[in-house]
């Protein structure tokens, strides 16, 4: 089993800057991808970013290409979401995943563990 807690979400004005941690306790994760999805109020939970257990390879979401970095360290079991250039459209309950699997993938339904979320607002 693998745990995932979310942390660094908040308010912040369009243009702004947030950074989400995702921490992972319990069976490691460093080998599987881990993925960021997102939850508006009404709309369907849609995807992110992802990254490789060896942190090399990444891939974005056409909405936040340029502006969102993903990135982990797997000696703190950590994965971040770096979210520059915020925009009141970003708003959403942030959610971290992660996957047995070493490929990265787009689809929520090949995740196998979630963390509880982490809100992030954007004022305009």
């Known amino acids: 089993q693998v745990q995932l807690v979310e942390s660094g979400g908040g308010l912040v004005q369009a243009g702004g800057s947030l950074r989400l941690s995702c921490v992972a306790s319990g069976r490691t994760f460093s080998s599987g991808a881990v993925g960021w999805f997102r939850q508006a109020p009404g709309k369907e939970r849609e995807f992110v970013a992802t990254i490789r257990g060896s942190g090399g390879r990444t891939y974005y979401a056409d909405s936040v290409k340029g502006r969102f970095t993903i990135s982990r360290d797997n000696a703190k079991n950590t994965v971040y979401l770096q979210m520059n250039s915020l925009k009141p459209e970003d708003t959403a309950k942030y959610y971290c995943?992660?996957?047995?699997?070493?490929?990265?993938?787009?689809?929520?339904?090949?995740?196998?563990?979630w963390g509880q979320g982490t809100q992030v607002t954007v004022s305009s």
């Open positions: 995943a992660a996957r047995m699997g070493v490929l990265l993938s787009t689809n929520k339904n090949e995740y196998d563990y």
